[in-house]
């Protein structure tokens, strides 16, 4: 999963980066308005946190305009405790979910994979598709009760696409989500990166739609 995390406050900004890390997310930081807007405007993340009061553009100024420019990604603010005219802003503005300051790390992260999973359709954290079963609270993955060990970023690729099972799924779709700015972004390494996973998984969970991409059918798998 990428997050784009929009927070002016380091230590904060750090922590939350950390965590969300440690989960096997890629985080992009944000540290004002401006190039937080501009980041979500022309890169696809599967979800942003939102602090509200930044510098340059105000948190809300920029939810509104991803939103009436058709943005559509989910969106966490994260609000002033007890300012409760904040909220109620952030979701008419088109909010999905929103969090106190100050929380707890475990509840962001919490909330985090519940909004990717709503945003895709799900409603369990745990995926299934065929014999694999991924484990989005602990990153597990099992192939008939068997536990799988992968790699961090074959891991965010088996979860992105069977998150996104029934959908094929585009090499550029994917270098975007898997992979860090500062990574090799390469269709080639992604290929290899497939081939091995499907090695791993089974060959029929993971199918290649040639000159399209990636897809798991999650009905004629299970
Ligand atoms: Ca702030």
């Known amino acids: 999963m990428r997050v784009l995390l ?12 950390t965590a969300l890390s ?14 937080a807007w501009f980041r979500g405007d022309t890169e696809d993340f599967d979800l942003v946190i939102l602090d509200l009061g930044l510098p340059k553009m105000d948190g809300l ?35 999905d979910d929103y969090l106190a300051k100050p929380f707890q790390i475990e ?4 909330r985090v994979r519940a909004l990717v999973r709503r945003a895709a359709g799900q409603s369990s954290p745990i995926l299934e598709a065929g014999p694999v079963a991924v ?26 696409l069977i998150l996104h099972q029934g959908r ?3 090499p550029s779709e994917l270098i975007e989500h898997l992979y860090g700015d500062d990574d090799a972004r390469d269709a080639n390494a992604l290929e290899a990166l497939v081939t ?26 299970g």
């Open 196 to 221: 091995r996973l499907r090695r791993k998984v089974g060959s029929d969970v993971i199918q290649t739609r040639r000159g399209f991409g990636y897809v798991v059918d999650g009905r004629s798998a």
């Open 168 to 170: 094929v799924v585009s």
């Open 135 to 160: 484990d989005t609270r602990q990153m597990r993955v099992t192939v008939n009760g068997a536990a799988l060990p992968l790699s961090p970023l074959e891991y965010r690729l088996v979860a992105y």
């Open 61 to 95: 100024a920029v939810l509104k305009r991803w939103r009436s420019a058709g943005r559509k990604m989910p969106v966490l603010i994260l609000t002033a405790r007890g300012s409760w005219p904040e909220r109620v802003e952030g979701i008419d503005a088109g909010a």
């Open 22 to 35: 440690s989960v096997g997310c890629l985080t992009d930081v944000s540290s004002d308005g401006e190039d």
């Open 107 to 110: 509840e962001l992260i919490a």
């Open 6 to 17: 929009v927070e002016d406050e380091p230590v904060i900004s750090a922590n939350i980066a």
